[in-house]
Every structure is written in C-alpha cells, then in structure tokens.
Nanobody, 129 residues
Framework: QVQLVESGGGSVQSGGSLRLSCVDS????????MAWFRQAPEKEREGVAA???????VYLDSVKGRFTVSRDNAKNTLYLQMNSLKPEDTGIYFC???????????????????????WGQGTQVTVSA
C-alpha cells in the first residue's frame, strides 16, 4: 500500500527558499509519475510540478524557472526545490503518485489531480510579503 508523507514546509519571506520532501513508503515498484500540487484557501487544487520517473518534468507556468522537481530513487523520495518564493505560492502542498500510465496521454494530464490515485496529507507553505 502506497503511503506518501510530505515534509519541509514552513514560513518564509518573499524571495526565500524551501525544499519539500515526499517519502514514498509501501511501494514495491517504481511509480510511473509523481507530482506536487498546492491548494490555497478557497481555491482549487492545482498542479505545480510533475515528474515522469526517468523521463520528462512539467511545471505550472507561474513556477517555471523558480521550482525544480526531482526524485532520489534510492530513497524513494520526491523533492520540490522552491526558490524566489512569492506570497502567491502560499498554500498546502501535496505529493501525489501514479503507478502506471495508459498507452497514450497528453502531457497536460500530469498536472491534473484526477490523474493521481495516491496522495499525501500535505505540508503548509506560507510566504509573507
């Protein structure tokens, strides 16, 4: 059974950096893709960054050049390095995982919540002006 546990959230000032981690315990196989989502109060959950394990990465336009997603396969850990943080980056950040993929799909699906069946509990990120 997949269990995802996020950590690394906190409070920082605008322009600061944070690195989020998501440990994947319980999986017996390397997942197909993993992603970071965030949800601000009274807003829908949005995809921030996704990684096809061993393949491409995709990002929300507003975080390109500032955020980097990566995975340490030996540690079963997904990371999100967040630099030049802005107040609009504030929210609860969730890690998500999908074990396999259909034969064909559009890349944009990697940033859709509906793509992922497995989710962590989230970690709060607060960026003050």
């Amino acid at each position: 059974q997949v269990q995802l546990v996020e950590s690394g959230g906190g409070s920082v000032q605008s322009g600061g950096s944070l690195r989020l981690s998501c440990v994947d315990s319980g999986s017996t196989n390397t997942p197909y893709s993993m992603a970071w989502f965030r949800q601000a109060p009274e807003k829908e959950r949005e995809g921030v960054a996704a990684l096809v394990i061993g393949g491409q990465s995709v990002y929300l336009d507003s975080v390109k050049g500032r955020f980097t997603v990566s995975r340490d396969n030996a540690k079963n850990t997904l990371y999100l390095q967040m630099n030049s943080l802005k107040p609009e980056d504030t929210g609860i950040y969730f890690c998500a995982e999908r074990s396999s993929a259909p034969p064909t799909y559009h890349t944009s699906a990697l940033l859709l919540p509906s793509w992922y069946p497995n989710w962590g509990q989230g970690t709060q990120v607060t960026v003050s002006a």
